[in-house]
């Protein structure tokens, strides 16, 4: 009896957590309700105008702005990554591995406001004094840059860790093969490992992007905020996250604004979601496949 | 000749291989000791034991204290409030559905792909769901949005250390006239208590480092939270806004909560690791 009260309840909590993802695109769909039906989703997507007070809310600075600083987070994450993902692999003395997972590990941990106040006393600065003078451009230093910077180190831990995973499904055998074949390390890494391991490698960077798209408040930080569409590297951005963050405050005061920010929100959940579902399908099918 | 070229390709690209190791494993320690360098020489005992007094804002005497209590209250009742339903899913899957089911599986994938969603959108829709019950910004809202925040990860944390027990353990048991409830509760649940318990830290330290679900849903105020009801200050909010302050003694504080907070995360992944190695002891193997 106590048996099967425990089960029904369990279960009922079990159905509670897997179907909060629908819960919260419900929530979220009627509380952006009110401006999809009074504004055309082109106007929304593709409008640079972005006057709450006016009523006019063009996302296209904001997607824009999430797109270049995820764009330069992953140009520097993904090479970093892969390469010590393939060195913690492949090459390391155990002890050496040993070593550095439990620091990546703790930089997973740090919390995203710490990243934000180091990227504004170390990354800010560099940008604005040794950057952009380089380029012969001025340039506050809160820029796409700094945001993509502070990103990049923020998901490192992320696709380090499943590239890792990804990569010690690759049976030992494959290896010996290529290796007994007389191939050196590195083009058994190349033309062997990393060829059947693509597909994970690949689901390992989405994930890295997906994560990249919602990162919020350090990128808020140092990505100055300005709503207009970035020109170069060196321009302030406005990413949706912050965008969502920013205007808490006031967004109950103008009409629509708050309906404007859940949409927001929303946006970002579906597009995550849809990047998170397609590299977990493909994930599992390579643990299947390699296993 | 080939064979010269294959052993140079060889030697660069290990090379390139442990820079990026060097040049991650050295951002870490370049932002601890950004962060212990800013940080240190503007903490004093006032900043971790008194509560933002008049004038704080503009440089006056004070502390963080309402942060660091607010930071532990949400992140604790969050924690509480996500094992409460976290351990029951993860028991679930292991004890109760039948294993290697579809029902299983579909689940883990839900809990993995829901840890990928940001905190900014569990913030935002904790506050629709605080508009829809009439509720202001207050610790309850924050406790709540963290709570959903950490619960994928919790339960899939504590689902694969759940899973490692040994079958035969629960038929063992099972065979002694246990019901699956006992079983779930005396056996399994007291055998992966260690990693339990270090899942449950990580969450911990997750709900004390989070700033975007808390925006929304909990507010900000200078005094130490009395109630649920209320609005209650938290470490990264606190930081935020002493960095938005133009006054250099309020800015150094920042730095200083943030030297607060990185070392309040640390200790917490340490317990957790020293808890899990100590722990083990106890397990059958």
Redo the contacts between chains.
């Keep these: 009896m106590k048996d099967a009260i425990a089960g029904k309840t369990m279960l009922a909590l079990t159905l509670f957590a897997v179907l909060l993802v629908l819960l919260m695109i419900a929530g979220l769909y009627l509380k952006s309700r009110p401006v999809l039906s009074s504004h055309s989703l082109g106007e929304l997507f593709f409008s640079t105008r972005w006057r709450p007070f006016r009523g006019q809310f063009g996302f296209l600075p904001f997607i824009l702005g999430t797109l270049w600083v995820t764009g330069v987070a992953m140009l520097i994450a993904v090479p970093l990554c892969l390469l010590t993902a393939i060195y913690l692999s492949e090459y390391a003395p155990a002890r050496v591995r040993e070593w550095v997972k439990p620091l990546i590990d703790i930089l997973a941990g740090i919390p995203s406001v710490v990243f934000g106040v180091w990227g504004m006393l170390v990354v800010v600065p560099f940008i604005k004094d040794t950057v952009a003078p380089a380029f012969k451009v001025f340039s506050t230093g809160y820029s796409v840059l700094a945001g993509g910077i502070v990103l990049a180190i923020m998901v490192f831990p992320v696709i380090i860790h499943v590239t890792l995973e990804v990569l010690r499904a690759v049976p030992s055998e494959v290896r010996e093969a290529s290796l007994a074949l007389g191939a050196t390390r590195w083009q058994t890494v190349k033309r062997v490992v990393l060829r059947k391991a693509l597909p994970g490698v690949a689901a390992a960077v989405v994930l890295g992007i997906a994560r990249a798209f919602g990162e919020t408040m350090a990128v808020l930080m140092v990505v100055g905020n300005v709503p207009k569409v970035p020109k170069s590297v060196l321009d302030p951005a406005y990413p949706l996250p912050a965008l969502i963050a920013n205007n808490y405050g006031e967004m109950l005061s103008v009409p629509l604004y708050d309906s404007a920010l859940m949409l927001a929100a929303l946006i970002l959940l579906l597009v995550i979601l849809a990047f998170n579902v397609a590299s977990r399908l493909v994930l599992r099918r390579v643990e299947r496949s390699l296993r | 000749m080939a064979r010269d070229r294959?052993?140079a390709?060889?030697r660069l690209?290990?090379g390139?291989?442990?820079?990026?190791?060097a040049?991650?494993?050295s951002?870490?320690a370049?932002?601890l000791l950004?962060?212990l360098a800013?940080g240190l020489p503007f903490m004093s005992l006032d900043m971790v034991t008194r509560t933002p007094q008049g004038g704080y804002y503009l440089g006056k005497g004070g502390g963080v204290l309402n942060a660091i209590l607010g930071s532990l209250y949400l992140a604790g009742g969050a924690t509480l409030l996500a094992i409460l339903?976290?351990l029951?899913?993860a028991?679930?899957?292991n004890v109760?559905a039948r294993p290697g089911g579809r029902f299983v599986a579909?689940?883990r994938?839900?809990?993995?792909?829901?840890n990928?969603?940001?905190?900014?959108?569990?913030?935002?829709?904790g506050?629709?769901?605080m508009?829809?019950f009439g509720l202001r910004a207050s610790l309850l809202g924050g406790i709540i949005a963290i709570a959903?925040l950490i619960?994928?990860m919790m339960?899939r944390s504590m689902d694969e250390v759940i899973r490692l027990v040994p079958r035969e353990l629960l038929e063992a048991s099972y065979a002694l006239g246990a019901?699956?409830?006992?079983t779930?509760r005396r056996v399994v649940a007291r055998q992966a208590l260690p990693g339990i318990l270090t899942a449950v830290l990580?969450a911990f330290?997750?709900g004390?480092?989070?700033?975007?679900a808390v925006?929304?849903t909990t507010g900000f105020t200078d005094a130490v939270p009395g109630s649920l009801l209320r609005p209650a200050a938290t470490l990264?909010l606190a930081?935020?806004f002493q960095?938005g302050v133009p006054i250099p003694e309020v800015q150094g504080r920042?730095?200083a909560s943030?030297l607060i907070?990185?070392v309040l995360?640390?200790a917490v992944?340490l317990a957790a690791?020293l808890l899990s190695r100590r722990l083990t002891r106890h397990v059958v193997k």
């Design positions: 294959r052993f390709e060889e690209f290990r390139l291989m442990i820079a990026a190791t040049l991650i494993v951002c870490l370049l932002i950004t962060v800013k339903i976290g029951p899913v028991l679930y899957l109760y579909a689940s994938f839900a809990f993995d792909v829901l990928g969603v940001p905190s900014i959108v569990y913030g935002a829709f506050f629709t769901l508009i829809f959903l619960l994928p339960a019901t699956r409830w006992e779930a990580i330290g997750r004390i480092g989070d700033a975007a925006i929304f990264p930081i935020f960095l920042a730095y943030a907070l990185t995360i640390l992944s690791r």
